[in-house]
């Protein structure tokens, strides 16, 4: 990777000065660099202690090799690497596929499962991994035996940890027959993987109407599910009729049902977190078209005791907010259409997919979304093949703060272009940190962003261009935002990778850093407020 020319580093320097004022900054600072394992990727921040911070690594299987292996690794909080092992994933020596790797209560527990096609079962395993060398202890113990099914991701289980990680849902779906209800296996464990308690449930509606949008598992273990109900025959055509979130908890013969009704419109994106004081705060993106856009925000508040809405809010966004994207005359016909109730022609967001909803507490939230799509585009060889190319699209992140009444208080748009090819975005989108009353995100962009002299243009491209830049903005609590340079890639010998990064402390987030074997682990250090 190539160095910048010294005035560009000038000028980013200079820029990061003027945004950032007087005050003091967030600062970068890198940890050794190391080389890894060939063909092998940090997966995922498993935990971390004040001494140690704990990494699953995960090498692809190669030519000779069905099977990929994979590896814990300590790091010291000063980032260096303590230790290394590789985690051989065999039960009473038969091969069985990695679930997960779990960090709770200060313990490492290594999830498995094995698929017994004869059978049609499957099992999932535990085993505990030592806090040192992260080694196998004892016999795995089995801990979910139920009937064979893997998910649309080729996956048996799913996991959902609560907010205080104090209980593990593991959801399994369970095989059923054409047109019959869908049914489902709940597992609640405590922070010991300890089971606390388990049911089959079967939905009170037949599988063609009814469409599971997401479940949790609260602090007291109670299992939460979504779905969106159709009228019989229309899932595929028309609108859900409304929104259900079925209760499960042990000792219940039916589940406790909270139904949100609906206008007649389109929500393109919903999701729930459950409050304090366990109520359920719902919210998302409408649209007045179609599905996959976004003309502003439904809000909704649905009461613990009552298990009904007392709160249901759908507002739009500012017009300029919407149509920020659009050309001048795009934007001049969208307002025309607007004026004229022609909602089919209206200006609204596209192409944006729901991340976080950060519940405030005076009883507001925050959603942040991000708009991604995927470009195919096909080429037909003289042999009558075709390849598929694959265009990944990270682009603007929008920031939504919305009263406890569910009025928006304001909105913020990040500006960012990120593409790369048949990578899967290996370097892509962001890594948010929550720092008291302000919001940090920190992303890839292009030093050219923060060039006054530069040709304007926001696309940043990953291929190992010495023009990348660690971008940080800032969002206050007021609604102001600030986008600064924080580093240049190429001082570290590495690409950021936001989606693996992670904030691991109040005023603390943790950078991962590759290219090709290089690897690098950073802090960003955030003042006090």
Same mark, same amino acid.
């Given at each position: 990777?190539?160095?910048?020319?010294?005035?560009?580093?000038?000028?980013?320097?200079?820029?990061?000065?003027?945004?950032?004022?007087?005050?003091?900054?967030?600062?970068?600072?890198?940890?050794?660099?190391?080389?890894?394992?060939?063909?092998?990727?940090?997966?995922?921040?498993?935990?971390?202690?004040?001494?140690?911070?704990?990494?699953?690594?995960?090498?692809?299987?190669?030519?000779?090799?069905?099977?990929?292996?994979?590896?814990?690794?300590?790091?010291?909080?000063?980032?260096?690497?303590?230790?290394?092992?590789?985690?051989?994933?065999?039960?009473?020596?038969?091969?069985?596929?990695?679930?997960?790797?779990?960090?709770?209560?200060?313990?490492?527990?290594?999830?498995?499962?094995?698929?017994?096609?004869?059978?049609?079962?499957?099992?999932?395993?535990?085993?505990?991994?030592?806090?040192?060398?992260?080694?196998?202890?004892?016999?795995?113990?089995?801990?979910?035996?139920?009937?064979?099914?893997?998910?649309?991701?080729?996956?048996?289980?799913?996991?959902?940890?609560?907010?205080?990680?104090?209980?593990?849902?593991?959801?399994?779906?369970?095989?059923?027959?054409?047109? *019959?209800? +869908?049914?489902? %296996?709940?597992?609640?464990? =405590? /922070?010991?993987?300890?089971?606390?308690? @388990?049911? $089959?449930?079967?939905?009170?509606?037949?599988?063609?109407?009814?469409?599971?949008?997401?479940?949790?598992?609260?602090?007291?273990?109670?299992?939460?599910?979504?779905?969106?109900?159709?009228?019989?025959?229309?899932?595929?055509?028309?609108?859900?009729?409304?929104?259900?979130?079925?209760?499960?908890?042990?000792?219940?013969?039916?589940?406790?049902?909270?139904?949100?009704?609906?206008?007649?419109?389109?929500?393109?994106?919903?999701?729930?977190?459950?409050?304090?004081?366990?109520?359920?705060?719902?919210?998302?993106?409408?649209?007045?078209?179609?599905?996959?856009?976004?003309?502003?925000?439904?809000?909704?508040?649905?009461?613990?005791?009552?298990?009904?809405?007392?709160?249901?809010?759908?507002?739009?966004? *500012?017009? +300029?907010?919407? %149509?920020?994207?659009?050309? =001048? /005359?795009?934007?001049?016909?969208?307002? @025309?259409? $607007?004026?004229?109730?022609?909602?089919?022609?209206?200006?609204?967001?596209?192409?944006?997919?729901?991340?976080?909803?950060?519940?405030?507490?005076?009883?507001?939230?925050?959603?942040?979304?991000?708009?991604?799509?995927?470009?195919?585009?096909?080429?037909?060889?003289?042999?009558?093949?075709?390849?598929?190319?694959?265009?990944?699209?990270?682009?603007?992140?929008?920031?939504?703060?919305?009263?406890?009444?569910?009025?928006?208080?304001?909105?913020?748009?990040?500006?960012?272009?990120?593409?790369?090819?048949?990578?899967?975005?290996?370097?892509?989108?962001?890594?948010?940190?929550?720092?008291?009353?302000?919001?940090?995100?920190?992303?890839?962009?292009?030093?050219?962003?923060?060039?006054?002299?530069?040709?304007?243009?926001?696309?940043?491209?990953?291929?190992?261009?010495?023009?990348?830049?660690?971008?940080?903005? @800032?969002?206050?609590?007021?609604?102001?935002?600030?986008?600064?340079?924080?580093?240049?890639?190429?001082?570290?010998?590495?690409?950021?990778?936001?989606?693996?990064?992670?904030?691991?402390?109040?005023?603390?987030?943790?950078?991962?850093?590759?290219?090709?074997?290089?690897?690098?682990?950073?802090?960003?250090i955030f003042p006090g407020q």
């Amino acid at each position: 990777m190539k160095g910048f020319a010294a005035t560009t580093a000038c000028c980013l320097l200079l820029v990061a000065s003027c945004l950032w004022g007087q005050e003091t900054a967030p600062s970068l600072s890198w940890g050794p660099p190391y080389k890894a394992e060939g063909n092998s990727t940090l997966d995922k921040v498993v935990g971390f202690t004040p001494e140690d911070i704990f990494f699953l690594r995960v090498k692809q299987s190669g030519a000779f090799s069905n099977h990929d292996k994979i590896y814990m690794e300590r790091y010291s909080r000063d980032l260096k690497l303590k230790h290394s092992e590789e985690i051989v994933l065999q039960y009473d020596k038969t091969d069985v596929q990695l679930e997960d790797v779990l960090f709770l209560n200060n313990q490492l527990f290594l999830l498995t499962s094995y698929a017994n096609q004869s059978h049609e079962k499957v099992y999932l395993f535990m085993q505990k991994l030592s806090d040192k060398q992260m080694r196998p202890t004892g016999k795995a113990e089995k801990i979910v035996e139920g009937p064979l099914r893997r998910n649309q991701y080729g996956r048996t289980f799913d996991f959902q940890l609560s907010s205080d990680s104090s209980h593990l849902l593991v959801y399994q779906q369970i095989p059923t027959n054409a047109r *019959e209800p +869908e049914r489902f %296996a709940l597992h609640v464990f =405590d /922070r010991d993987l300890a089971l606390q308690w @388990e049911r $089959e449930v079967m939905l009170p509606y037949p599988d063609e109407q009814f469409a599971i949008r997401e479940y949790r598992v609260d602090g007291a273990g109670k299992v939460y599910l979504m779905g969106a109900v159709f009228e019989p025959g229309q899932r595929n055509r028309r609108l859900p009729s409304h929104y259900l979130v079925l209760e499960y908890q042990p000792g219940d013969l039916a589940p406790v049902e909270w139904k949100i009704d609906l206008e007649d419109k389109f929500i393109t994106e919903l999701t729930f977190r459950i409050a304090r004081n366990g109520d359920l705060i719902c919210s998302g993106f409408y649209s007045e078209r179609n599905a996959e856009s976004a003309k502003g925000i439904c809000y909704f508040r649905l009461d613990a005791l009552t298990r009904r809405v007392v709160t249901q809010t759908w507002q739009p966004f *500012e017009f +300029e907010f919407r %149509a920020d994207e659009l050309s =001048d /005359r795009g934007k001049q016909k969208a307002f @025309e259409a $607007e004026a004229q109730g022609n909602e089919r022609r209206s200006a609204e967001l596209y192409g944006y997919n729901l991340d976080e909803l950060v519940l405030r507490t005076d009883g507001g939230a925050l959603l942040v979304a991000e708009q991604f799509y995927v470009e195919e585009r096909y080429r037909r060889y003289w042999d009558g093949t075709i390849h598929v190319t694959y265009f990944y699209h990270y682009n603007d992140l929008i920031v939504v703060n919305i009263q406890p009444s569910g009025a928006i208080e304001w909105t913020v748009r990040i500006p960012k272009e990120q593409l790369s090819i048949d990578d899967g975005g290996y370097f892509s989108s962001y890594v948010m940190a929550t720092v008291r009353d302000r919001l940090y995100f920190l992303y890839n962009d292009s030093s050219r962003n923060f060039d006054p002299n530069a040709r304007p243009g926001r696309l940043f491209s990953f291929d190992g261009s010495s023009q990348s830049v660690i971008a940080l903005a @800032e969002v206050r609590k007021d609604g102001t935002l600030t986008v600064s340079p924080l580093a240049m890639n190429r001082d570290a010998s590495i690409l950021t990778r936001p989606k693996v990064s992670r904030q691991i402390g109040g005023r603390l987030l943790l950078v991962v850093g590759e290219w090709g074997r290089n690897v690098r682990l950073g802090n960003v250090i955030f003042p006090g407020q």
